[in-house]
């Protein structure tokens, strides 16, 4: 079995969710490439959906399969969103931001009427906080804006995180669809991820955090198989 076959195999079983007159959010990310990818064969059999990508990287896929797009501020209602995440805890509690597209995930996932997370095995963890959390934040006086960030993370109870800008191949830092930086906080383990969202929204010059506390309902992880999907 390969990680490639689970993730394949829970953007399907997030299809069964999808409803003909759907508005979707699409997600960004390794596995919800498969879910858009499903999504366009169910379109190109008839399927009337409209999507609101959440990333560049997702519009410039969807509209290559063929998926109608609309512009998110012309929406009135998204019915559904579908994303990938970085890391699930038993709580549905999550971190993302791995494909440096957070904000715009948390802003139309926010949106939603259902979010749901779909991910491979590997994803579901019992504490957050193994994977690098990401943070975006403004490039103006992003290293000062660091050190706030460590600070607040300690305040939450993370010990001796390590803080770094994520870069480029050329190493400049990587720059978000919105014109932003992103901090990767290495934290081992987050005790309290709704206490650290709390402190980290308060820094001046953070946009957002990868931490999702509240916006996962449904979490779909990919077997060798098929899925097991988990309601919250």
């Given at each position: 079995?390969?990680?490639?076959t689970?993730?394949?195999?829970a953007?399907?079983?997030?299809?069964?969710?999808?409803?003909?007159?759907?508005?979707?959010?699409?997600?960004?990310?390794?596995t919800?490439?498969?879910?858009?990818?499903?999504?366009?064969e169910?379109v190109a059999?008839?399927l009337?959906v409209?999507g609101?990508?959440?990333?560049?990287e997702?519009?410039?896929?969807?509209?290559?399969?063929?998926i109608?797009?609309v512009?998110?501020?012309?929406v009135?209602?998204i019915?559904?969103t579908?994303d990938?995440?970085?890391?699930?805890?038993?709580?549905?509690?999550?971190?993302?931001?791995?494909?440096?597209?957070?904000?715009?995930?948390k802003?139309?996932a926010?949106?939603?009427?259902?979010?749901i997370?779909?991910?491979d095995?590997?994803?579901q963890?019992?504490?957050?906080?193994k994977f690098p959390l990401?943070?975006?934040?403004t490039?103006?006086?992003?290293?000062i804006?660091?050190?706030?960030?460590y600070?607040?993370?300690?305040e939450?109870g993370?010990?001796?995180?390590?803080?770094?800008v994520?870069?480029a191949?050329?190493?400049r830092p990587?720059?978000t669809?919105?014109?932003?930086y992103?901090?990767?906080c290495?934290?081992?383990?987050?005790?309290?991820?709704p206490l650290a969202a709390?402190?980290?929204?308060?820094?001046?010059?953070?946009?957002?955090?990868g931490?999702?506390t509240?916006?996962?309902?449904?979490?779909?992880?990919?077997?060798?198989?098929g899925a097991?999907?988990?309601?919250?």
């Amino acid at each position: 079995m390969s990680n490639e076959t689970e993730k394949e195999n829970a953007a399907a079983a997030a299809l069964d969710y999808v409803e003909d007159g759907m508005t979707i959010g699409l997600g960004t990310g390794s596995t919800a490439k498969y879910f858009v990818e499903f999504l366009a064969e169910e379109v190109a059999d008839r399927l009337v959906v409209r999507g609101v990508p959440t990333s560049e990287e997702t519009r410039k896929l969807a509209a290559s399969l063929n998926i109608p797009l609309v512009d998110v501020d012309q929406v009135e209602r998204i019915h559904l969103t579908v994303d990938g995440a970085d890391e699930v805890d038993p709580q549905a509690q999550l971190i993302k931001g791995g494909g440096a597209a957070l904000l715009r995930e948390k802003i139309i996932a926010n949106a939603s009427d259902l979010m749901i997370v779909i991910a491979d095995s590997g994803k579901q963890v019992e504490n957050l906080g193994k994977f690098p959390l990401p943070v975006e934040v403004t490039p103006f006086a992003y290293t000062i804006t660091a050190k706030k960030v460590y600070d607040a993370l300690v305040e939450a109870g993370v010990k001796k995180p390590l803080i770094s800008v994520r870069t480029a191949n050329d190493q400049r830092p990587i720059v978000t669809d919105g014109g932003n930086y992103i901090l990767d906080c290495k934290c081992g383990l987050i005790p309290d991820a709704p206490l650290a969202a709390s402190l980290l929204a308060g820094v001046p010059g953070v946009v957002d955090h990868g931490l999702f506390t509240t916006l996962c309902r449904i979490a779909i992880f990919g077997t060798d198989t098929g899925a097991t999907i988990l309601e919250y």
